[in-house]
C-alpha cells in the first residue's frame, strides 16, 4: 500500500460526485414539476385521483390488470397522462447512477486503472440490463 | 399529505437513529397503510435511492465514500438486487411478509448486539483488495488525525455482499443496515468510511432492483413522490437537530418501531395480522 497518498478524493470520484449532484437535480426538479402538474389536476391522469385508493390495496398484476396498465418502459406511450408523466424524473433519479459510471470509464482507461474500467463497464451493463425490462417476473 | 408527514417524521429518525430510510419505510408503511406489499417495496427502494442519491455527492467530494471500495460491492450487490427483486416479486406476497417480518426482527437483534469499530485493526490488506488496490486516507476532523486506511477478508465480504443484495431487491429495505457491518466489522473498514460508503453504495444497489419492480408496474407516484420528498427533508431536518437530541434514546425508539412493525409483517403473513 502506498504511504504517501494525498489526502482527498481521486479525479474520477470527484467526476462521479458532480455528475451524480447534477443529475439528482434534474431529477428531482423535473419530478416535483410534474407532480404538481398531477396533484393540482393541470394535466388529466389515466387514474383518476380520488379512485387510486380503490386500486393501490392490490397486487400489482390485480392493479394491472383491473386498469389494463402496460409494464416495462410502454409508459412512454402513456405521457399524456399526468401520472406517467412523473415516470420520467422517477426514471432519470434511476438511471443517473448509468450515466455516472459511463463518465468515469475513460478517466480509468487513461489513469491505466484497466480492472476498475471493466468492473464499471460491467456495472454500466447491470443496471442498463435491469433498466430494460428483459427480465421478467412470474408475478403473483 | 399524511404520507408526506409519515415520511418527513421517519426521515428525522432515521438520521438521529443512525438508520437508512429503507428500513423503516417498508415495514412500517406496510404495516400501518393500506399500500400493497408490491408497492411498498417499490416504493421502498425509489427512496432509499433517493436518499443516497442526495447524500452521495457530499461523501464522495468529501473522500469519506470511497469509491475503489464501492466498485465491485455495487457490482456484487446490484447484480444479486436483480434477482432479489425478481424472487421477491414471484413468491406469493404472505411468504415475502412472513420473511420481511423475520428479516426485520434480525435487524432488531443486529442494532442491538452489532459493535461498531471506529478505526478496526486491519495488520495487512489481502490479496484481493491489495490487486484493486483498495485503500484510502482521510482526515478525521474530530482529532485532526490523519487516516490511512485498508481492508482485509475481502472475499468474504464480497460473498456477504451477495446476500444483503439478494435481501436488498427482495424486501425494497435499502442494505444499509447489512452494508456497514459487512465493510467496518468484517472488512475493517474505518466507520465513517464504511457509513459513507454503504449511503452511496445505496444509490447503485437499489437502482438496479428499482428498476425491475418499475419495469413490473410496481410504483405508484402518488405513493413514491410524497414519500421521496418526506424523507428527503426529514432527513435536511435531522442532520439539524442531531446536535441537540440524544442519539441514544432515539436509537432505542427505532429498535421499539421496528420491533413492532417486524412482529405486524409476521403475523401479516401468518394471515392473522
Redesign the interface.
Known sequence: MSQDQKIGPSPEQVLYANILNKGMLIGLGVLLITFALYVFGIIAPYVPLDQLSNYWGHSVTEYLHELDIPTGWAWLGMLGYSDFLNFIGIAFLAGVSIICYMAIVPTLLKNGDTIYAVLAILEVIVLTAAASGIFGSGGH | MILLVATFIMGIIAVLGGVGGGVLFVPIISGFF???L??VRGAGL?VA??GA??A???L????LA???LA??V??IA??CA?VGA?VG??L??NIVQLCLGGTILGICVLMLTAKKSTLPDVPE?DKLS???KI?????EESTGE?I?W?VHRTPLGLCLFVIIGIMAGMFGLGAGWANVPVLNLLMGAPLKISVATSKFLL??TD??????Y????????????PS??GIMLGSFVGVRILKVVKPTFIRWMVIGILAFAGIKAFTKGLGIG
Open positions: 393500506p399500500f400493497h408490491d408497492f425509489l435511492l433517493a442519491l442526495a452521495g455527492p457530499g464522495l467530494r468529501s473522500g470511497s469509491l475503489r466498485i465491485p455495487a457490482l446490484s447484480s436483480i425478481m416479486l414471484a406469493p406476497t490488506s491489495s490487486i484493486l485503500y484510502g486516507v482521510y482526515r490523519t490511512n485498508k444509490s447503485i437502482t438496479s432492483a428499482a428498476w425491475i418499475m419495469n413490473q408496474g410496481c410504483v405508484i407516484p402518488m405513493m413514491v413522490v421521496l420528498v
